[in-house]
């Protein structure tokens, strides 16, 4: 059973576009929610994260949206770059708790 | 150390031999995790420690898997009798937080296991 699910494998954006990442969820205790960035032979690194108090946070060209009702959040990039290019994961976290459960990762191209 | 350090990068070991992966957190993080990474998946939870203590090691896919972190710092993931089903990325993440939900996990360059 996935908890955490990121339907779409694959995305290609023109430079200078938006792209939009998307993750559902399905536990409803979630209450943390991260996205990761991952470069072939390097660990995921840190991106943006959001709490459930909140349905948008924004760092520079990302922001993270939290849609609670559907359990869905979303990262969008404005504008993509190339060095964009890289897998995305979300994760999701029940705070209190330890576990981070990850979605499968949607990789992202951005075309010069 | 800046970051998470992980030992060996890469792995060949042949089906039924031992593996020993070493994890360098952040010098004074509290939380250790390991993670299993498959090709085309997302990291999926192995174990944690907090400080010394191994709090939950549900996420190990059998007896022959065991971790250690014996000082609260440096962790080792062992593998025994690998099998091919082992071949993976395996990658330890570090955190400043001792109650989760409340930042975010520091990768390292994670550890690729290859089991011929």
């Known amino acids: 059973d996935q908890q955490v699910k990121q339907n779409s494998p694959s995305l290609s954006v023109q430079e200078g576009r938006i792209s939009i990442l998307n993750c559902d969820y399905t536990n409803s205790m979630f209450d943390y929610f991260l996205w990761y960035k991952k470069y072939p032979a390097e660990g995921p690194t840190f991106l943006i994260s959001i709490s459930s108090i909140k349905d948008k946070n924004e760092d520079g060209r990302f922001t993270v949206f939290l849609n609670k009702s559907a359990k869905h959040l979303s990262l969008h990039i404005v504008p993509s770059q190339p060095g964009d290019s890289a897998v995305y994961f979300c994760a999701a976290t029940d705070s209190g708790t330890y576990k981070y459960i990850f979605g499968t990762g949607t990789r992202l191209k951005v075309l010069a | 150390g800046a970051g998470v350090s992980q030992s060996p990068r890469y792995k060949v070991a042949k089906r039924g031999q031992d593996v020993a992966l070493r994890c360098d957190p952040i010098?004074?993080?509290?939380?250790l995790f390991w993670y299993q990474q498959a090709l085309g998946q997302g990291p999926e939870f192995l174990t944690y420690f907090q400080n010394e203590a191994q709090l939950d090691k549900s996420g190990l896919p059998s007896d022959r898997f065991f971790a250690e972190r014996p000082e609260g710092s440096v962790s080792t993931l062992k593998i025994q009798r690998t099998q091919q089903e082992d071949s993976a990325v395996y990658l330890c993440a570090s955190s400043s937080y001792a109650v989760q939900g409340a930042g975010e996990l520091f990768f390292g360059e994670g550890s690729r296991l290859t089991v011929l």
């Open positions: 010098s004074g993080h509290v939380s």
